[in-house]
């Protein structure tokens, strides 16, 4: 029972490491674009810009100041994240930042009155995962993710019954073991 529960562990952990690098493969296959300015450490639009115009539209479109602390209060993470990116915008300029600049109370009202700011804290929020848009679970789309997930685990757990089956076979050291056990 211990084996089988052992060999199950060991399973999810593989699955487990096998999902975590198959992410961070197709991350790297993804092309990474550069942006020109202060803005380097800034992911960039999720479509190419054709004029100036459009840059300057696109820095403006951003989460409300609410939502966005909602986000940096709940991973104090990205708050470092978008503190560091203060400093290097600051250093880019020429430019030294001074300690009140980079308090939390000075970045959460930065995100009020700076629209601009606010493009780039919601732009490195989405770049971990929050305030993204999510699929409507009841249109076509939704179920169709939900019937690949099905699938998936559906052949995980297959996977799983045939390992344990396996698992359970006497193999070729286990015999002789038993063998030289009821010899005694």
Excluded at 89 to 94: I, M, P
């Amino acid at each position: 029972m211990k084996e089988l529960f052992g060999l199950r562990v060991r399973t999810t952990f593989v699955l487990a490491l096998v999902l975590a690098v198959s992410a961070g493969i197709a991350a790297q296959q993804q092309p990474q674009k550069k942006t020109s300015g202060a803005q380097t450490d800034v992911p960039p639009p999720p479509r190419r810009l054709e004029s100036e115009l459009a840059r300057a539209n696109y820095d403006r479109v951003a989460a409300s100041a609410p939502q966005i602390k909602e986000v940096l209060l709940r991973d104090p993470g990205l708050l470092v994240e978008l503190k560091t990116w203060i400093a290097k915008e600051a250093s880019d300029n020429g430019q030294f930042v001074s300690d009140d600049e980079l308090t939390d109370v000075a970045v959460f009202d930065r995100l009020t009155r700076d629209v601009k700011f606010r493009a780039v804290a919601t732009r490195l929020v989405q770049r971990y995962g929050y305030l993204k848009p999510m699929v409507n679970p009841e249109s076509e789309m939704g179920k169709q993710q939900d019937l690949l997930l099905k699938e998936r685990v559906r052949r995980l757990e297959q996977i799983e019954a045939q390992e344990d089956a396996e698992a359970l076979k006497p193999g070729p050291k286990r015999v002789r073991q038993h063998k030289a056990r009821s010899r005694e």
